[in-house]
């Protein structure tokens, strides 16, 4: 040994991960783990540098100095690492459900475990052990091995369930494992030890890691908190506190070195999975799971070779030990039925707590019961110390590594190599009926993206076109795709079995949705840390209950959601206002928070989940669940409205704020990632913008209520008009507070004003307008309704009822038709304003997902109006939409009927895909009409949208490499996605005029209040009045 170089150990490690990567790429797609290829390709490197002449030069010399290691440092080296990443991976909420299961098998089921090996080897074995010795043993092989589990775990199809249980049994019996061989390991070297010290060492050992590692997970995650974007400093900061945890624990304070790195990784799964955000979070997933990797080979590789050696360096032992093969078999069998016998003397309990254990599933925990570098460590601490103890012999300590590295070298073999096998066998790994339904309709979806994409991208001016039928032999995903689609949930009536099964299926998907909305929240800064894990740990709850019950995380936080107790003592008179804010407002953030990040989860999810599948029986029993669980969400932010409108207004403006500067500082990486800027601009700007983000999280604002007059201004409508006319328009009316479920008006009525929304929701619903494809018809502030049956002199179409608790104006049909007949662009105005309520009512399946903001921006820019005359001809060009405002026309082609307005227009023929798959399914739209020419049946006023326009200029948009990363959050780009339409703030965009359809030009003053109404829209308060000329308005009054 000492004339070998330590650089040689260098050569092993690059080896060993050479193997590694040719085992995981060779081996990847069989049923064969690739540990179990490490651990027969380290027995053969054993075997050639231990049993042959033929030794392996300057690597065999690694070979040995690697073999010849510190077991203890062995332990040090590979273990903090490896169960730190097992712990933090795991489901924190499926840990808690299987906590008391995996402890049965952590502390009973090893100890008897230990027990029966003990015995076993006792009573037939012929060595002539004592029984601590024969226990000792027994405690070696009586735990499953994290290193070996988790790592082959993660190759195989078991749930995620099954996975988590024998995961985290395997971590804390190791453990529990280590404890017990020290225990015994004292005893068997001459340490005498009554009932009571045994209890105290194991209640130190085992209680005292667990506070370790919960010290150590606090201290950490409070740095945590002071560190903000450095990927760099948090993954470092992880690493050094499980190494130093398991350090201190093990060394130190002379504790369970395992069990406090398996609890601070479960820390930090519990509480600090949230703290990492973006980039940093993925980059800290796949650290630890290259550290996580690199460990697994290096340890399995050696281990393989510890095990050639142990049998090949001491031949003369096996000599005169001829029948310990034989015995290695007999105590494998052993060994499985030990844990055959835990299993079931813990059946009952398994079954009953937690989720519960089926016999199947049961034959897997038996069969994956995997030993490995853990034991072997052991077991090499014992042939170690074996060489220099009185009570235990050399002969004895190599028998130890023998039987070890055999077990080891069987289970892993046998046991790991056939435990997919046998899930197969089971059925565990096959997919519901359900799940397999909607895995063939992906299929035909994905095959619908794909000629999608081959229409964008078959053809261009350098190459020319490309072939299609190559194209899909090479797409194997969907190249089997054949006959019609089906819908996932179309089947028989009498078929409720799997009716049930895709209930609880999309109630999966759904809750899924919002788990992912959660992050995505996380990840933009609209929720904090603690709030985030409150949310997160309710969808988890819930999506154990989906085939019991309806959708139910909101009542997993509705403990959260309350004024604060003592909220009514604090309403007695004798209590100043201020006090009472003092002492209220801040505990009302949080479940202000938390109903506004529900809310706004389950809309997303039920958006995300209508795109995707569509309109059925089963989806709209879901959508009907989400929406009673937000009605009580809904009704406590309406309560903080009326009592503490600041709480909302501070809340939305951090919100706002981070969002802006989270999205500058995705703008400045953009400019390097094109070249656009230098690396010394590029650390200037981001630390500026650094800067101002740590200092809104360290001093968020404080926001005042804004004032009525505040909201006037910047109202689209309200403050696009000249100062006069506004005067004129409002004369006394005073400002309006409706509460939630007040009706502003009903359909049919004659029209007696309009409502302008200042502030809060209003739903839309109608018997003669089939809204099938409006899954949220609201209106939000900014909006003016009634204002097209004003100007029209028609009835109002639909009824409008509050959803939530209403700032509003109510102005007389008077007063908009005086306003209306004193300039004619203002009527041009009034008429684009009315298009814009109009397309979101008539065409939901276009508009309703697109912010009212941008629908105002879209017609701005790209609609078009004339009047036609009686007897002319209308038509309508391809892509574009046009809306019947005023008038009768009559159809031609398919449709000879006479067509009133409201209605919406379309070409007879067409691709319209691109603005909305669903137009194609019109007979759900009572008005909505196609023809390939309309005739004008008298005086009739129409606006032709251009769809193309918009649709083509939100592609190039996206497909700008400035704009790589904000493509899928169509959220974040917005204002970039208009940017010849609103510069920021001080310009007016031009509005485009379609040159392909002869329409009349309206006025350039109209266009101007358009672009006002539009700037208002987007911007609000940023816009400069004296720049725009025209002056904030004075307040009426307050009601």
């Not at 170089?5 to 783990?33: M, N, W, Y």
């Not at 030993?371 to 074996?386: D, E, I, N, P, T």
């Not at 208009?978 to 309206?1002: N, S």
């Amino acid at each position: 040994m000492g004339s070998i170089s330590s650089e040689t150990a260098i050569i092993f490690v690059g080896i060993c991960l050479l193997l590694g990567i040719a085992s995981r790429q060779l081996l990847k797609g069989t049923r064969v783990p690739y540990t179990v290829a490490l651990l027969i390709l380290g027995i053969a490197l054993g075997s050639i540098e231990y049993g042959t002449k033929h030794h392996l030069g300057k690597i065999g010399d690694g070979i040995r100095l690697w073999a010849n290691i510190d077991p203890d440092l062995l332990l040090a080296v590979f273990l903090p690492g490896l169960l730190f990443e097992s712990s933090f991976t795991m489901e924190v909420h499926q840990i808690k459900k299987c906590m008391v299961q995996m402890l049965l098998l952590a502390g009973p089921g090893v100890l008897i475990s230990t027990f029966l090996l003990g015995a076993a080897i006792k009573l037939i074995f012929p060595y002539n052990w004592s029984w601590t010795t024969s226990l000792l043993l027994g405690g070696l092989l009586g735990a499953t091995d994290p290193v070996a589990v988790v790592a082959h775990l993660k190759e195989l199809g078991a749930s995620k369930k099954l996975s988590t249980m024998i995961e985290g049994e395997s971590v804390m019996n190791d453990g529990i494992a280590i404890v017990v061989f020290q225990l015994f390991f004292r005893m068997a070297t001459g340490s005498s030890m009554n009932w009571v010290a045994v209890a105290k060492f194991l209640a130190q050992v085992s209680l005292g890691a667990v506070g370790i590692g919960i010290a150590f997970g606090l201290a950490s995650v409070l740095w945590l908190k002071y560190v903000f974007n450095d990927t760099v400093i948090e993954i470092t900061l992880t690493l050094a506190v499980s190494y130093i945890a398991y350090f201190t624990a093990q060394e130190w304070l002379d504790v369970s070195g395992i069990l406090t790195v398996m609890t601070l990784g479960m820390f930090y799964a519990a509480v600090a999975r949230t703290a990492f955000r973006g980039d940093g979070q993925q980059s800290l997933h796949h650290f630890w799971e290259m550290i996580a990797y690199i460990a697994n080979t290096l340890i399995f590789i050696l281990s393989g070779v510890v095990i050639a050696e142990g049998v090949l360096g001491n031949s003369t032992v096996f000599k005169s030990h001829e029948y310990s093969w034989g015995y290695l078999i007999l105590l494998y069998l052993f060994v499985q039925i030990s844990r055959l016998a835990v299993v079931a003397v813990l059946y009952p309990c398994l079954r009953y707590f937690g989720y519960g254990l089926n016999w199947r599933e049961a034959t897997i925990l038996v069969w994956s019961g995997l030993r490995g570098a853990v034991s072997l460590s052991l077991s090499l601490s014992v042939k170690r110390s074996s060489d220099s103890s009185s009570y235990i012999s050399p002969e004895t300590g190599i028998l130890f590594v023998f039987f070890t590295g055999g077990i080891v070298f069987f289970t892993l073999v046998l046991n790991g190599s056939t435990t997919q096998f046998i899930l197969h066998f089971l059925d565990l790994d096959k997919l519901s009926a359900a799940k397999r339904r909607i895995l063939d309709y992906t299929k035909y979806e994905m095959m619908n993206k794909a000629l999608e994409i081959y229409g964008k991208f078959g053809d261009d001016e350098e190459l020319g076109p490309a072939d299609w039928p190559t194209v899909k032999k090479y797409i194997a995903t969907v190249s089997d795709v054949e006959g019609e689609q089906a819908h996932p949930h179309t089947q028989s009536h009498s078929d409720d079995k799997l009716d049930l099964m895709n209930l609880e299926d999309i109630r999966i998907r759904f809750l899924n949705g919002v788990q992912a909305a959660y992050w995505e929240m996380v990840e933009e800064g609209i929720i904090t840390q603690k709030i985030a894990n409150l949310l997160l740990q309710s969808v988890d709850e819930a999506l154990d209950l989906v085939s019991q019950e309806p959708l139910s995380d909101w009542k997993r936080l509705k403990a959260n959601v309350h004024f604060p107790n003592y909220y009514k003592f604090l309403q007695i008179r004798l209590f100043p206002r201020k006090l009472v804010k003092y002492f209220t407002v801040g505990r009302l953030e949080s479940a202000c928070y938390i109903c506004s990040a529900f809310l706004r989860a389950h809309r997303i999810s039920c958006r995300q989940l209508h795109e995707f599948i569509g309109e059925s029986e089963v989806t709209s029993t879901v959508f009907g669940e989400s929406e009673i669980e937000r009605e009580e969400a809904k009704t406590f932010l309406e309560d903080v409205r009326v009592t503490f409108p600041q709480v909302l207004h501070v809340l939305k403006t951090r919100q706002v704020t981070y969002s802006v500067l989270k999205h500058l500082s995705d703008y400045v990486q953009n400019l390097e990632k094109v070249g656009l800027l230098e690396k010394k601009e590029i650390v200037h700007l981001h630390d500026a913008v650094q800067i101002d983000v740590k200092k809104l999280l360290r001093n968020p604002p404080l926001v005042k209520i804004p004032k009525a007059q505040d909201l006037v201004s910047v109202n689209p409508l309200l403050g696009a008009l000249p100062p006069t006319m506004c005067e004129r328009l409002l004369g006394s009316t005073k400002l309006a507070l409706k509460l939630r479920g007040s009706t502003l008006y009903k359909e049919g009525t004659n029209p007696n004003g309009i409502w302008i929304i200042l502030n809060g929701v209003v739903e839309w619903a109608s018997k003669s307008i089939k809204n099938k494809h409006s899954l949220h018809p609201t209106f939000i502030q900014g909006s003016f309704l009634g204002l097209y049956e004003v100007v029209n002199g028609r009835p109002y179409i639909c009824d409008m009822i509050t959803d939530s608790i209403v700032l509003c104006f109510f102005i007389e049909a008077e007063k908009i038709l005086a306003l209306l007949s004193s300039d004619p662009a203002i009527e041009d105005f009034f008429w684009k304003e009315c298009a814009t309520t109009l397309a979101r009512i008539l065409l939901p399946q276009i508009f309703e997902n697109i912010p009212m903001q941008e629908v105002r921006a879209l017609v701005a820019e790209n609609l078009t109006m004339r009047t036609y005359l009686k007897e002319e001809s209308i038509e309508v060009p391809q892509h574009f939409i046009a809306l019947l405002l005023e008038g009768y026309i009559k159809g031609q082609g398919i449709q000879e009927e006479l067509i009133a307005a409201p209605a919406a227009l379309m070409p007879l023929y067409g691709d319209m895909s691109s603005p909305g798959s669903e137009l194609s399914d019109n007979k759900f739209a009572s008005f909505f009409r196609q023809a390939s020419c309309y005739q004008v049946e008298s005086r009739a006023r129409v606006a032709m949208l251009n769809i193309a326009a918009y649709e083509a200029k939100r592609c190039i948009q996206r497909s700008s490499s400035l704009d790589s990363n904000l493509k899928d959050h169509p959220t974040r780009s917005q204002i970039r996605e208009h940017g010849g339409l609103m510069t920021w703030p001080d310009r007016y965009f031009k509005p485009t005029q379609p040159h392909e359809h002869p329409i009349a030009e309206t006025s350039e003053h109209a266009d101007n209040l358009s672009v006002r109404a539009v700037q208002l829209s987007m911007y609000g308060s940023v816009i400069d009045d004296d720049e725009t000329g025209t002056p904030s308005q004075g307040f009426p009054g307050n009601k």
